[in-house]
């Protein structure tokens, strides 16, 4: 079996971005020119920390942009009041009721601010849906590191138009921006961290992926603490600017380069993976014979999903990725604050800044557990202790409802309902938060893995666009009865993973695919 193909100038076009680099070149005459950087990754379990470090700039920076706009709001819509302020200020009216007149327009116009707001927030959703579209092909044309690469560029633009906007189409035109780059990061960074891990080390490494989503939201809640939103946009920079060039330090993913054909390179950057004084010998046959069957140009029909090593995983990878957002998080998130304030808390900014530590802690302690526990262990302790606490907080929302605000039974709701806030967000994290992305990175097939992690992936920020949007409404509706809903998804996500979601853990990512056959 050759993998060379017939695509050669195909893979000219590639050169820029895949920078595998003659210093991690394998054999005798090669490694006596080693630069420092090959020293570093001697050790193979330095260098898949090493590399996971690297892209993990790309979840930070996913974070930061989904937790930048609950610190500036304020900030944003006081500098556009202000502006609208000067104008009214400025202009002297003579007849009284035109003054009447521009102040009743004045009022339409704050009232459009605060919905442009809202347009700004939910605007990552939806470029990050594009992302999502792209992120497969993008993938699977120049690659991970090329992937990640593209992500990067609209992000630092984005963030250079919010910070020197001065009306809201710079905001929107960045938020888009940042949007597209998340989508394609969130596609890209757990598929390169799953096909780079060793098996005994994939769990703990792939939850990297949303431990470092939850410490890019936590740096944005407390930087926003002591810096303006104009500042806070240019500080959401520097992780883009050092993942572009710390990209150039690391390997392409082997298995990418084995499914285009590219013998040497695939070789070459498995050595680096795991060190130089390895024997790679066994791994290399596993992936060669993996993508023997499959080649870069296989077309897959639909009549072809009916079969199980197609469909199988791609209802498990999608379910968990939908059920994940469906659960409420964003929307349990969304109310944190009004919760906080019934629970006696003045400081609804730094009991969510709180909080975000609280999640951190959690998906670090996920983190530790992944390859000790397993993967369907912690998903069902996960997703059943979200379903106690959601219950625990539509009950405590139901009885505020029937009794009087003076008593002391409504006080303890209260705290009962921030028990109940708090033990969801740490459930969620040990489990529902990260393995749905680890899982689908492990278990799709690489002749799908491109279009079938796309759409995922979309699914995934379709999801969250939903529970989003229909959060305030459904609340205003009934408190109770929302978090109802939230704990019935989560008891079906139960039910869900019991019955349909296989154990990964310590297996390689060739036995994980091929026992679906």
Request: aromatic share 10%.
């Amino acid at each position: 079996m050759s993998f060379r193909d017939d695509n050669e100038d195909a893979r000219d076009l590639r050169k820029p971005f895949l920078h595998t680099g003659s210093w991690y070149k394998m054999g005798s005459r090669q490694s006596s020119m080693m630069s420092s950087s090959a020293q570093i990754l001697r050790d193979g379990s330095i260098s898949v920390v090493f590399c996971v470090m690297i892209v993990a700039l790309g979840p930070i920076q996913f974070g930061f942009t989904c937790g930048y706009s609950s610190p500036t709001q304020a900030g944003i819509i006081n500098d556009l009041n202000l502006s609208i302020s000067e104008v009214f200020e400025s202009v002297a009216f003579d007849i009284g009721y035109m003054r009447i007149l521009f102040i009743i327009r004045y009022i339409k116009l704050q009232f459009v601010i605060s919905k442009q707001f809202s347009v700004f927030g939910s605007l990552a959703n939806v470029g990050a849906m594009v992302g999502a579209i792209a992120s497969g092909q993008i993938a699977e044309y120049i690659g991970r590191k090329g992937s990640l690469m593209i992500a990067a560029i609209p992000n630092i633009i984005g963030w250079l138009a919010i910070s020197f906007a001065k009306d809201s189409s710079f905001l929107f035109m960045g938020r888009l921006l940042e949007g597209f780059g998340v989508g394609v990061i969130s596609y890209t960074v757990p598929v390169y961290i799953a096909e780079i891990s060793p098996q005994n080390m994939r769990g703990s490494l792939g939850s990297v992926n949303q431990l470092s989503v939850t410490i890019g939201i936590f740096l944005a809640y407390l930087l926003g603490l002591f810096v303006n939103w104009r500042v806070l946009a240019v500080l959401g920079i520097l992780p883009c600017t050092i993942l572009i060039p710390g990209l150039f330090f690391i390997p392409e993913s082997p298995r990418w380069l084995a499914k285009m054909g590219m013998t040497e390179d695939f070789e070459a950057s498995l050595q680096v993976i795991r060190g130089f004084d390895t024997d790679i010998s066994i791994e290399v046959n596993e992936i060669k014979r993996s993508v023997a069957s499959s080649t870069r140009r296989t077309t897959i029909r639909f009549a072809d999903l009916k079969r199980k090593r197609y469909w199988f995983p791609l209802m498990v990878g999608i379910g968990l990725l939908v059920l994940q957002q469906l659960s409420g998080i964003n929307g349990v998130l969304f109310y944190s604050s009004t919760i906080f304030k019934s629970a006696g808390i003045s400081s609804s900014n730094s009991a969510t800044c709180g909080l975000g530590l609280v999640q951190v802690m959690a998906t670090g302690v996920n983190t530790w557990l992944m390859d000790r526990a397993g993967r369907r262990l912690l998903l069902l302790i996960s997703s059943s202790g979200m379903t106690g606490s959601l219950l625990l907080v539509a009950v405590a929302f139901y009885l505020e409802g029937i009794v009087s605000e003076d008593s002391r039974l409504y006080s303890i709701l209260g705290i009962l309902s921030l028990v109940g806030l708090v033990g969801m967000v740490i459930f969620f994290s040990l489990g529902v938060g990260a393995i749905p992305w680890v899982i689908m990175s492990e278990i799709l097939p690489v002749n799908i893995k491109s279009l079938a992690g796309s759409v995922a992936t979309l699914a995934n920020w379709l999801a969250s666009s939903i529970v989003t949007m229909t959060a305030n409404l459904l609340l205003s509706w009934s408190q109770a009865g929302t978090f109802i809903i939230y704990t019935i998804v989560t008891a079906f996500t139960v039910a869900f993973v019991s019955r349909w979601v296989p154990e990964t853990k310590g297996r390689s990512l060739e036995e994980i695919q091929s026992s679906f056959r």
